[in-house]
């Protein structure tokens, strides 16, 4: 659907809001409706469409990003909410050309197929990791409940979290 | 989906927060942690003029045990009943609940405020707050009121407060020795809505129960409390025949609606199933006479 379509005219009058967020440590500021979804804000404002917009209804996790180190569904989050916060999105997981351990591990074990859900699900897996550096394949399967996944079946992206996992302690590759 | 225009507030104090509420009287909603609101807001179920995000108030957050009561912050994320040790080990029933209350992530921005304010029967701990017989505080222009849950929850999406009130703490009665309580749910897939859910809280005196309260989720316009199938308990000797006539009776108060999630008669006798099942777990985590 065209945007301009789907935005109906009188868009241009609704109340506006100043967000002031930092985004993978940038700072970052604009004049939004205070109706936009963070979401939004980070793909049609900042212009970060790794973070993808799935069910739109809360259910499927593709939006995760991390807020002030939470992963959350920015699809149910205004951007006035981020202000003032930091926003972590799958652009900020690679540093200097090299591949977070997460991305690396949804590599090595093929955790994905279309790849859809894919910086949703590493967003939740980089957050995990921070609170629960050695999990369970259990608490792995519990942390990405709310990421749903239509092509795996989950398998390899639990070995995709187990390899990163590993990865992260220090462990190397396997 | 974006949702409909509002004027958005972000007050740093409840006295402005509810100001606010009271200028736009009852066209404003508070903004907690936004996962039923928004998404209620993208279908154009509400359409609010205005949103009071309080979430910049300071000292909302908090789960502290002081002056006889468990207190929980308004803001207080769902997630954060699990991450807490207090609760974890004195008051089981609600990380049994938090632990299936949606999904990590939208436990990470729910708050307990929210899901036992929000009136939606299918919330897994309004029936918890009526098992427990907690109360609530909310600040309103007049000053703050304390409202038991009991008579809290009028019916679907409507409770005792007012559009210009804000919840601000939950109160839940301290542990005691010889107390037990569980949550049970049934749910289709993990995240879903509850088909049923049933809380429980029991108090173990000697090889008896003293009292005990029982709550039901998702089977009728409100969460309800079964009062005949809690008061049925005392003086009881804790096992399976006082547990399943309790359960008989509170199959009896359940007003199951048949929808997607099953037949009225399967939800009815599930909450048999599951009144007993949590009866069993709060008795063993009671201890002593069980």
Same mark, same amino acid.
């Given at each position: 659907m065209d945007e301009a379509e789907a935005?109906?005219?009188?868009?241009?009058?609704g109340p506006f809001a100043r967000v002031r967020v930092t985004v993978n440590g940038a700072p970052q500021e604009a004049e939004v409706?205070?109706?936009?979804l963070l979401v939004h804000f980070l793909?049609?404002?900042?212009?970060?469409?790794?973070t993808h917009i799935g069910c739109?209804?809360?259910?499927?996790?593709?939006c995760t990003i991390l807020l002030d180190g939470k992963a959350v569904k920015s699809c149910t989050i205004l951007a006035v909410q981020a202000d003032g916060r930091q926003v972590r999105t799958?652009?900020?997981?690679?540093e200097d050309g090299k591949l977070h351990p997460v991305q690396e591990g949804f590599v090595e074990e093929h955790g994905?197929?279309?790849?859809?859900c894919t910086p949703g699900m590493m967003m939740t897996t980089v957050a995990l990791l921070a609170k629960n550096p050695n999990p369970s394949e259990d608490e792995i399967r519990h942390a990405i409940s709310g990421n749903l996944c239509r092509?795996?079946?989950y398998v390899n992206i639990v070995k995709a979290v187990q390899y990163a996992a590993k990865k992260s302690r220090g462990g190397g590759s396997k | 989906m974006i949702p409909p225009r509002f004027e958005y507030f972000a007050p740093s104090t409840l006295d402005e927060a509810v100001e606010i509420l009271g200028r736009y009287g009852g066209e404003a909603k508070v903004l907690a942690g936004g996962q039923s609101l928004l998404p209620v807001m993208k279908l154009r179920l509400a359409e609010p003029k205005a949103l009071v995000d309080i979430?910049?108030?300071?000292?909302?957050a908090y789960i502290r045990e002081d002056g006889g009561w468990l207190r929980i912050g &308004?803001?207080?994320?769902?997630n954060d009943l699990n991450d807490s040790d207090i609760v974890k080990r004195r008051y089981p029933i609600l990380t049994d609940a938090a632990a299936v209350i949606a999904d990590p992530l939208v436990r990470n921005m729910g708050t307990v405020g929210g899901n036992v304010s929000h009136?939606?029967?299918?919330?897994?701990l309004p029936a918890c707050m009526l098992a427990l017989g907690a109360q609530f505080v909310v600040r309103g222009p007049k000053g703050t009121r304390t409202i038991p849950a009991l008579s809290f929850y009028q019916d679907t999406f409507v409770t &005792?407060?007012?559009?210009?009130?804000i919840l601000t703490e939950i109160q839940i009665p301290t542990h005691r020795a010889g107390q037990g309580t569980a949550y049970e749910k049934l749910e289709k897939?993990?995240?879903?809505?509850?088909i049923v859910g049933v809380a429980v809280s029991l108090l173990h005196s000697g090889r008896k129960i003293e009292s005990a309260g029982i709550g039901l989720t998702a089977v009728g316009p409100t969460a309800l409390h079964a009062k005949a199938a809690g008061d049925s308990l005392v003086g009881q000797t804790p096992g399976d025949a006082a547990f399943r006539r309790a359960a008989e009776l509170a199959m009896q108060i359940a007003q199951p609606v048949t929808d997607l999630r099953g037949p009225a008669e399967y939800k009815r006798a599930m909450i048999g199933v599951f009144a007993q099942r949590a009866l069993k777990t709060a008795s063993k985590r009671a201890g002593g006479g069980a």
């Open positions: 935005m109906p005219a009188e868009a241009e009058v409706e205070t109706r936009t793909r049609d404002v900042l212009h970060l469409t790794g739109d209804t809360t259910n499927c996790g593709a799958v652009e900020g997981l690679a994905l197929q279309c790849g859809f092509c795996t079946g | 979430n910049r108030i300071p000292n909302l &308004a803001t207080s994320r769902t009136g939606d029967p299918a919330n897994d &005792a407060l007012e559009p210009d009130e897939r993990a995240g879903d809505f509850p």
